[in-house]
């Protein structure tokens, strides 16, 4: 069981946090349409496919922080061309529905968790050992909480998080993915993830009426399979 040689009030209160978000405030696992035909999440339901994980990556973001371009779009001319950050890793995602007690840890930047640990050469206790090492995926030492003596099993409430995200990269919440596992003494255990909607944050957008076209055409493409696989959650672009 995690969590046992820390504080347990002060744990309880920091997680306990993440159960009362404001409205605009939402955990959001990103997907990438560049995987559209090898990525579960392109083939079954979401919470099914969430099931079978272990943990997954996610990050919280504040709506009202995004800046919209929905009115601007309209405005650019055919040349132009319309940025702007998001703090999400991809441009469609699913919100969470979780459990606070789901909670594993909680990064201000992305700290290369390694979700895969173990898979490939089926070593069940890799993805153990990396949480509590704080050891993640090569290439992103200098982001392991290891690096630092900590673990990935870290909490910070979500102000903390908020505060110290920038909108130009992304944090990185840890939830743990299967549901009836006791993570913290005192807490009940984890909860099955649900889906809240699916959301579509573009980053780019163009004032060329031939390639906005095309380029809404392919995202609402992807958007609308992930829809039929996901009956009844609501999609909003924002």
């Not at 950050?85 to 968790?113: H, K, M, R, S, Y």
């Not at 990269?169 to 596992?181: W, Y």
Request: charged residues 25%; glycine residues 6%.
């Amino acid at each position: 069981m995690l969590g046992e040689c820390k504080n347990e009030k002060s744990l309880h209160a920091k997680l306990s946090e993440w159960r009362n978000l404001k409205d605009t405030q939402v955990l959001i696992h990103t997907i990438n349409p560049a995987y559209e035909n090898s990525s579960p999440l392109f083939l079954k339901d979401a919470c099914s496919v969430f099931r079978q994980w272990d943990v997954l990556s996610s990050s919280l973001i504040d709506l009202d922080k995004i800046k919209h371009v929905r009115d601007k779009m309209e405005n650019l001319r055919s040349w132009e061309e319309l940025r702007r950050d998001t703090g999400i890793f991809f441009e469609i995602g699913f919100v969470l529905d979780f459990a606070p007690q789901n909670i594993l840890g909680t990064f201000a930047e992305d700290v290369w968790f390694p979700n895969h640990a173990g898979i490939n050469n089926r070593n069940t206790y890799a993805l153990t050992d990396a949480i509590l090492s704080g050891k993640g995926k090569p290439g992103g030492r200098h982001a392991w909480p290891g690096e630092n003596g900590h673990s990935y099993n870290e909490i910070n409430s979500p102000k903390y998080i908020l505060n110290r995200s920038d909108l130009q990269r992304h944090n990185e919440i840890l939830v743990v993915c299967k549901p009836f596992i006791n993570i913290y003494p005192g807490l009940p255990p984890t909860e099955p993830l649900k889906i809240k909607k699916i959301i579509y944050a573009p980053k780019r957008v163009t004032g060329h009426p031939l390639f906005r076209s095309m380029e809404r055409k392919a995202k609402k493409r992807v958007i609308n399979k992930l829809a039929a696989l996901n009956p009844g959650v609501p999609m909003t672009e924002i």
